[in-house]
């Protein structure tokens, strides 16, 4: 996953409130869901206070339920490639912008189960040009469930 805070330039929020936009400046844990490169969604999980307009990129999970779903979505059977990427996370569980603003706390259609804490690490974020000094990009240690790094150079 990855971070973004209001004064953050590769953050969505950075300009201000837009209808695009608006679920991140609403309360904490809604999805926030955007379409990018005029074919892909990406899904987000609203953490700041509202008015705020802090989110937390979803950039890839390991699949344990649903498994086959995911499969038939993405058209991929290996484990390791049905939610590697920001992209391919949304299209395993089906998540497109109908989903913007879901609540992810209280909600009935998509939700968030506490599980147990995780040893995580932190770098340089992906796929921005803009705000490259916050290592605001978080994996669980030794996860071999996450998405591509930044490339070299």
Avoid at 49 to 71: C, F, T, Y
Avoid at 86 to 114: I, T
Wanted: net charge positive; with cysteine; hydrophobic share 40%.
């Amino acid at each position: 996953m990855e971070a973004y805070a209001p004064d953050d330039p590769a953050s969505h929020a950075f300009r201000g409130r837009t209808e695009r936009n608006a679920v991140m400046f609403g309360r904490p844990g809604h999805l926030y869901v955007y379409f990018t490169y005029g074919m892909h969604f990406c899904m987000n999980v609203v953490t700041g206070q509202r008015d705020e307009g802090s989110a937390v990129l979803l950039r890839a999970g390991e699949p344990l339920e649903g498994i086959d779903g995911m499969r038939d979505r993405r058209g991929r059977s290996s484990l390791h490639e049905l939610c590697s990427g920001p992209a391919k996370l949304c299209q395993a569980f089906g998540v497109d912008r109908r989903m913007d603003g879901w609540d992810l706390v209280h909600g009935s259609e998509m939700w968030f189960l506490e599980g147990e804490p995780v040893a995580a690490v932190s770098g340089p974020r992906v796929g921005i040009r803009v705000g490259l000094d916050r290592p605001w990009r978080f994996r669980a240690v030794g996860s071999s469930f996450v998405s591509r790094a930044r490339a070299a150079g």
